[in-house]
């Protein structure tokens, strides 16, 4: 490979003085200028989000779409202080229902405007937040709540009834469920038996104030403890301080700058992969930090491409599976065109595959070509895309070509591990 991903920043040394030999130390080559380190004062996760909200207040920031009558509408969003006022009531709602900082606040949902509220809310009032998330197994959910001794959930209408189920072994801990929306009066009282206060949405922001006092952040501070299957036996929690989330954040931004990609307040992200696993949630966190809108998808896979033609995001995280999916839809499309159209398909990819492996930039490998051909397949992704990410798992090398060269923007496959 012509490529060079690392660079010495060391040489090797002898034996001397008692002391062995050692080898060479090498970086990556986007470290080559040494490590990075976080700036003086920034203590928490909840200064990127405060110094978005001071310098952007009126831009949109997470946007969603409401299904009524079973038609689904346009985005509707919050803007920056929306959020921003709504995490300091919730923050102080959970101050006066006696959870303080360092106490553990559960979210259980799928991804939603309300899950970045209340992990926010918690950032607010230094409260440990924990992803909650079945998928782990059947008993996960309580073993969670019990294992880190959480105090407060909100979650998910629709998962309330699952939270519900398991209450009777975990209320030593869990005292407050708030639902993203509604709950109903038969709910309220099935908690309220076990000693467990219910609320929806509207009612527990109420209980709270603008005007509280917020408690100071440090870099110390467990930001949030993380759930993950391990190798054998129960979920193991990762504790990770806010430091450590900061650091990756910073790291995330590095990463765009060195190679091209600098996110700022035009763009917008397409929410897809959990937010209950590290990946998306720190990819999130830096779109904060940058000051972008963030879309939600609507839960449904059968309708993600109509979501993603709706929002036009300007970056996109997904995984292998739904990458392939598309690839398989695409070429399907392209072998049922006709024997000129999948001709001058197979050309101008070949002819763009080509330019671009002698160092081209996609944008410059095949101009007319990208108008001509490929246009209807950027389209697909909403015509705005800019960046694309792949994690959870390696994506096929014959996928991330064929992306790389139609859908007019770059593919970068994310690592991202818990521990």
């Known amino acids: 490979m012509s490529e060079t991903y690392t660079v010495k920043v060391e040489e090797a ?3 001397a003085d008692g002391k062995p030999s050692g080898g060479p130390v090498y970086r990556c080559i986007y ?5 990075l380190e976080s700036p003086a004062g920034l203590e928490s996760p909840w200064q990127f989000f405060c110094d978005s909200a001071k310098r952007i207040p009126n831009n949109q920031m997470l946007g969603g779409r409401k299904v009524s009558d079973g038609k689904v509408g346009p985005y509707v969003w919050l803007t920056y202080q929306e959020v921003y006022d709504a995490a300091i009531r919730f923050g102080s709602a959970m101050r006066s229902r006696g959870v303080n900082p360092g106490d553990r606040c559960g979210i259980y949902g799928s991804n939603c405007p309300e899950w970045i509220i209340a992990m926010e809310a918690c950032n607010s009032q230094a409260i440990t937040y924990v992803p909650l998330y079945d ?4 008993n996960a959910v309580e073993f969670i709540i019990n294992h880190a001794e959480v105090s407060i959930a909100f979650v998910q209408e629709n998962k309330i009834p699952s939270i519900l189920s398991c209450l009777p072994r975990c209320c030593l801990y869990l ?3 708030v639902s993203f929306a509604n709950v109903s009066s ?3 009282k099935e908690a309220e038996e076990l000693g467990v206060s219910c609320f929806s949405w509207e009612e527990f922001l109420q209980l709270g104030t603008l005007d509280c006092e917020l408690p100071p952040k440090k870099k110390t501070n467990i930001s949030t403890i993380m759930y993950t299957s391990g190798t054998t036996g129960e979920p193991k929690g990762v504790v990770l301080t806010n430091q450590a989330i900061v650091a990756e954040v910073l790291s995330v931004d590095q990463m765009f700058v060195v190679t091209g990609k600098v996110c700022s307040e035009e763009d917008t992200y397409f929410s897809f992969l959990p937010l209950a696993h590290i990946y998306d949630q720190i990819i999130e966190t830096h779109c904060i930090h940058k000051g972008c809108s963030i879309g939600f998808w609507r839960g449904d896979v059968r309708y993600l491409m109509e979501d993603i033609q709706e929002l036009k995001p300007t970056m996109f995280s997904g995984v292998p599976r739904v990458y392939d999916r598309i690839y398989t839809g695409i070429s399907n499309k392209i072998s049922s ?4 159209s999948k001709k001058l398909f197979e050309f101008a990819y070949n002819y763009k595959l080509g330019n671009m492996k002698k160092g ?3 944008n410059k490998a095949a101009p007319l070509l990208d108008s001509l051909v490929f246009s209807k397949i950027r389209e697909a992704f909403g015509g705005r895309l800019q ?3 792949s994690g959870a798992a390696p994506l096929p090398i014959h996928v991330e070509e064929f992306l790389r060269v139609t859908s007019g923007a770059p593919l970068t496959q994310g690592y991202g591990m818990v521990e």
């Open 135 to 138: 998928t782990l197994g059947a």
């Open 13 to 15: 040394r002898p034996a």
């Open 360 to 362: 081209m930039p996609q």
């Open 186 to 188: 038969s709910q309220k």
């Open 175 to 177: 005292k407050t469920i």
């Open 31 to 35: 470290a080559k200028d040494g490590l």
């Open 337 to 340: 065109g006709g024997a000129l």
């Open 387 to 389: 960046a694309m990410l």
